[in-house]
């Protein structure tokens, strides 16, 4: 029997590389080319594990509305061995799963990974200068609301729940969960109530100085 196809997605800054990584060190392949073979980074444009030769031929070519080359990517896809969960990390190709579909017999799996939406936001300005608060929102509701109609096999991950959440990942993915290997997970954020009441009592105070200004 064949195994999956894992597509890890979400909005950018979602930690879907940690959760790539996460999948790669407990027997996942990938056919990641982000890198060239002295270990230099190939295309400074692209994230850690972003598969290229998809990115440029499918993803890049539908964002366009342009037609990819269906031959070469079923060849591509063709090459991994089917007895290995494949796995393949593209925040943007949430859009397009429906298309990936048509062009491997094997079965594809989604694992939608979320964030706090906060973080996302404000690390997507940070990378990119050029993209503005409504836009950085805007990205997040699409892929949000992109996820809810997938019709595939899907998992949804709150990445910073993945220390609570590794094994039901695994199994769902088709790997060992027996022995989980945890090498590149660092996810130390904790809320708390206090915290939670200081920041909200602030935002309130901001507010109302703002309406009487």
């Not at 027997?27 to 972003?50: L, N, P, Q, V, W």
């Not at 037609?67 to 290995?84: G, N, R, V």
Request: charged fraction near 30%; glycine fraction near 4%; charge should be positive.
């Amino acid at each position: 029997m064949s195994k999956p196809i894992i597509i890890v997605t979400g909005p950018a800054c979602s930690y879907t590389s940690m959760v790539t990584k996460f999948l790669l060190n407990n027997g996942a392949i990938t056919g990641m080319k982000s890198f060239t073979s002295d270990g230099t980074r190939e295309d400074d444009r692209y994230e850690y594990h972003e598969d290229l030769f998809l990115v440029r031929l499918f993803l890049n070519k539908l964002t366009r509305f342009k037609q990819p080359h269906k031959e070469s990517i079923e060849a591509y896809l063709d090459m991994f061995p089917d007895d290995k969960v494949t796995v393949f990390k593209m925040p943007m190709i949430i859009y397009f799963i429906k298309q990936l579909q048509k062009l491997t017999k094997r079965e594809i799996r989604v694992l939608y990974v979320l964030r706090n939406p906060a973080d996302v936001i404000m690390s997507t300005i940070d990378k990119n200068k050029r993209i503005n608060f409504m836009q950085a929102f805007d990205r997040y509701c699409g892929c949000y609301d992109m996820c809810i109609g997938l019709e595939c096999n899907t998992y949804i991950l709150m990445a910073e729940r993945i220390n609570y959440e590794s094994k039901r990942i695994l199994t769902w993915a088709g790997l060992n969960s027996k022995k989980i290997n945890y090498a590149d997970i660092n996810i130390k954020k904790r809320e708390t109530f206090f915290k939670f009441k200081i920041r909200n009592s602030i935002w309130k105070r901001i507010f109302k100085l703002l309406r009487i200004i």
